[in-house]
């Protein structure tokens, strides 16, 4: 910390860190709804945040370049010039930076012709002469010649901008064993690749500390360097001309003409209102508070946006409710507060009133009919809060719309998590909330009848953006699977104890005897987790090819090494690639074991909002992540038992489901053959593209046909298409080519949709499910690229999981219209796992087969395999 009794005059390098903090924060989880990129802004503003907590500056200044251009290009044309054009999604960042900046009255430098760190050198230099502590914050290394008893520097580590080195002079010696003021004179001997000033060649740090220790300066250096002997001493005669400019140009200016004085910066009150607006432009929702925290601002002037009057609950007895329940016309909010997996309060609210009451046997009685009419019910995230109301015997039917997942169908790659998040997106408005880390919160949050009031407000203004076919996908596909993934997490799946903790001692004792050959093959045991220990044996000890550079060294990830194995096999490799592979299957195994419950079943939660392309994801734990078709997840999966009072399992899975689709969506007339003549589709392909017939087609020729096909879904391309099954590019490219040549309404409806989501800026699946790409209209080549392979395969994708989940609903709804016991589990990937009672199989295969089969109308038959047995292996196909 500086020096309490002196001012501190706190300037920042604007450009320098916005950009760092762009490249640090993806871009994609930064963006509002109208598609302007904000990582760069958000992630400068949290760290000035923080330093302005951390050092409470009484003064404070930010600068910017102007341009690429300043008096330094004109002296040396190259400077600088080897820096990319800026990328797209960093434009427009900049002035939105000044915008939040002028509204927390912060001072914005900038000068044309003169750089933002000869601001910053002004500043400091007359700041320490008029008696300021200073603190210089930039990512510029030049700025390290600053530093002095009362110059301190904030550098950013390589992680970005979240944590900033403090370099007083003893730290600037520490590190690079010269004064602050002699670092330039380092820095123009070894030259500066990010300015493109080219240093000495074979000269490095330690080569030119040495030598300004021994001369003294870096001028009694050039004078007496014909005295250096050997190839170094030669490189500096040659390029004496280059040190010279490039300390002429890291000189930086202390003596820049102003419009301010230090004494001007004094931090000054923010605008608290312009504030406000500009966040909630930029829908930095959870970074207002902290900046109103940070400058110490009134509680009310924290508020994003304005409070609205929100009705003050009612807390009516079990006959006054039932009367007012019985008055309420329309649509009614609905908030449930669960604790311990069971409801506690519940809240209701029209458009004008608010009730709330504690749930006892007295409210059940009279809530609980309600709950099961045909009155219209609006939640907020309800499926959590529909388990908790069936645990106590209540069934919520009339679920007409949960404000979550409409928010999420409308923005599916950002969606508003909260309700607070969705009140301030769609109202404008911020939600009250109790600070959780306050003992005495300073605010009260919204009580369950008032959320209930927020939750039906925003629910009219989503109804009024949601188009019409995204509106039937959420009430005739998601609202019905919410109940029906509520019921399968309620009921769970039983899963043996000891059949996984058996696994698990096997796959412990098979790790550490790989770990042993693993040991034996370098001589030495190794932390076989550890990166910088494998690096240290891979590329070291080894000698084997450096792999792609990352911050900490050259990276030891699975892929990567994958491809070091195949480019250059070595045992020690081998076993550590199946060291990996038992550690991570026993961590899966392991979590599996550690979440079977009491009831001996695992009760996992399913994420309805959790993709872009709607498939459903799980957690607590992860079903999604056991492996397939292996010998490991047999033995995973046949731990998953028939539970108690059943009789068998039935699994019911789709065959080439995205591929039937495709021939749909193309209309590709080979494609619609193979699957409705009922031909081995990988086959038929086979046979097309190689000019044999289906009976020559060898299991080579099937791999590459196969691996072509499920590609194409995902944008495949012939680099990849090569990687994968291993051959030349040439010879992926022509296989393309030939596929292609033969199913020539496959490559059209590829390149078809891709132009008409660049039209729309979005694609759609069969049902209506849409998915925005605004990048696809973006000038930067890598995320346009990106954007549509991912178009290529959201229809197709989305279309899977969109017929996946009318499957799992209408089964889930016939079981139970006939009275059977019955019961689905899980549903896995394209697969469904159904719990089946004694007497019900005839009865129980008909239904799903029958509405797996019918969930969609496609050109081509969706194909259901059965299975059947006492474990998920046994019935697996």
């Not at 079977?596 to 695992?602: K, S, Y």
């Not at 009865?843 to 059947?868: K, N, S, W, Y």
Request: charged share 25%; hydrophobic share 40%; proline share 5%.
């Amino acid at each position: 910390m500086t020096d309490s009794a002196k001012p501190t005059l706190l300037v920042v390098d604007g450009h320098s860190l916005a950009y760092r903090a762009f490249y640090a924060l993806p871009v994609d989880n930064f963006s509002t709804r109208d598609g302007q990129h904000t990582n760069g802004v958000y992630g400068f503003l949290a760290m000035l945040v923080n330093l302005i907590k951390a050092e409470k500056p009484s003064h404070i200044a930010v600068a910017f370049d102007t341009s690429r251009q300043s008096f330094r290009t004109r002296e040396y044309t190259e400077y600088k010039a080897n820096r990319s054009e800026t990328p797209p999604e960093f434009k427009g960042q900049i002035p939105l930076l000044k915008e939040c900046l002028a509204a927390m009255s912060i001072t914005v430098l900038e000068k044309e012709d003169i750089e933002a760190d000869d601001i910053l050198a002004t500043l400091a230099t007359a700041g320490a002469a008029e008696g300021y502590d200073v603190l210089v914050c930039s990512g510029d290394r030049d700025t390290i010649q600053l530093v002095d008893d009362d110059v301190t520097l904030l550098y950013p580590n390589v992680q970005g901008v979240s944590q900033l080195k403090r370099y007083d002079r003893e730290a600037v010696i520490e590190r690079y064993k010269v004064p602050p003021e002699q670092y330039p004179d380092v820095a123009a001997l070894v030259g500066e690749t990010s300015d493109n000033l080219p240093g000495v060649p074979k000269v490095g740090e330690k080569t030119a500390v040495k030598w300004l220790t021994q001369f003294g300066t870096l001028d009694d250096l050039l004078a007496q360097a014909d005295t250096i002997k050997g190839v170094v001493g030669n490189n500096l005669r040659e390029h004496i001309e280059d040190v010279r400019r490039n300390r002429s140009l890291n000189r930086l200016l202390r003596d820049v003409e102003l419009p301010v004085v230090p004494a001007d910066l004094a931090v000054r009150p923010i605008d608290a209102q312009a504030v406000r607006d500009i966040f909630a432009r930029l829908e930095f929702r959870t970074l207002l508070p902290r900046v109103f925290d940070a400058v110490g601002a009134d509680a009310d002037d924290a508020a994003s946006a304005p409070v609205a009057e929100a009705p003050s609950p009612l807390e009516p007895n079990a006959s006054a409710l039932s009367a007012w329940l019985d008055a309420a016309a329309g649509d009614i909010g609905v908030t449930v507060v669960v604790q311990g997996g069971l409801p506690s309060r519940i809240g209701l609210a029209t458009a004008d009133e608010a009730v709330e009451v504690t749930w006892d046997e007295q409210i059940a009685e009279v809530v609980g009919p309600w709950l099961a009419s045909s009155a219209p019910k609006i939640f907020c995230d309800a499926k959590a809060q529909v388990k908790a109301l069936r645990r106590v015997g209540a069934v919520v039917d009339a679920l007409v719309f949960d404000v979550l997942i409409a928010g999420w169908l409308l923005r599916p790659s950002l969606p508003d998590k909260t309700l607070g998040d969705l009140v301030e997106s769609y109202l404008d408005e911020r939600l009250p909330e109790s600070d959780p880390r306050q003992l005495v919160p300073e605010e009260e949050g919204a009580t369950p009848g008032q959320l209930s009031w927020y939750v039906l407000r925003v629910a009219d203004s989503l109804r009024g953006k949601l188009p019409p076919r995204v509106d039937a996908v959420l009430t005739d596909i998601e609202l019905p699977t919410l109940i029906t993934l509520a019921d399968m997490e309620l009921a769970g799946v039983a899963v043996s104890h000891a059949k996984l903790s058996a696994f698990s001692t096997d796959l412990a004792a098979r790790a550490e005897g790989i770990a042993a050959e693993a040991y034996a093959t370098i001589g030495h045991e190794v932390n076989l987790g550890s990166p910088k220990q494998l690096q240290q044996v891979l590329f070291e000890e080894l000698e084997l090819p450096k792999t792609r550079k990352t911050k900490t060294g050259y990276s030891t990830d699975a892929a990567v090494l994958a491809d070091l194995q195949e480019s250059h096999p070595h045992p020690f490799l081998s076993l550590l690639l199946q060291h990996r592979e038992v550690t991570k299957l026993r961590q899966i195994v392991e979590s599996l074991d550690a979440a079977i419950g009491d009831d001996e079943r695992i009760h996992t939660t399913y994420v309805q909002t959790g993709s872009q392309t709607g498939r459903l994801s799980s957690t607590d734990p992860n079903l999604q992540n056991i492996p397939i078709r292996t010998e490991e997840s047999r033995l995973i999966r046949a731990a998953f038992e028939v539970g108690a009072g059943y009789e068998t399992l039935l699994t019911a899975d789709y065959s080439q489901i995205e591929m039937r689709i495709m021939a749909h969506l193309s209309g590709d007339e080979g494609l619609i053959e193979a699957f409705n003549t009922g031909e081995d589709l990988h086959r038929f392909v086979g046979a097309r593209v190689f000019g044999v017939q289906p009976e020559e087609v060898t299991p080579a020729m099937r791999t590459k046909v196969k691996a072509m096909s499920y590609g194409l879904v995902y944008g495949l391309s012939a680099f990849g298409l090569s990687k994968q099954l291993r051959i030349e590019q040439s010879e992926a490219k022509a296989l393309m080519l030939e596929y292609f040549a033969r199913f020539g309404a496959v490559r059209d409806y590829l390149r078809s949709s891709v132009e008409q989501a660049r039209i729309d800026g979005y694609t759609e699946t069969i049902f209506g499910r849409r998915r925005p790409f605004p990048d696809l209209s973006s000038p930067n080549r890598v995320l346009r690229e990106n954007a549509e392979r991912a178009a290529l395969n959201a229809p197709i994708q989305g279309s899977a999981a969109d017929i996946m989940k009318i499957a799992l609903l209408n089964i889930h709804a016939e079981l139970g219209d006939a009275g059977l016991a019955s019961r689905v589990l899980l549903q896995i990937h394209d697969e469904l796992v159904v719990e089946v009672a004694p007497g019900e199989w005839d009865a129980v295969e008909r239904i799903v087969t029958a509405r797996m089969g019918d969930a969609a109308v496609l050109t081509v038959p969706l194909d259901v395999q059965i299975g059947r047995g006492t474990d998920w292996n046994q019935a697996g196909h």
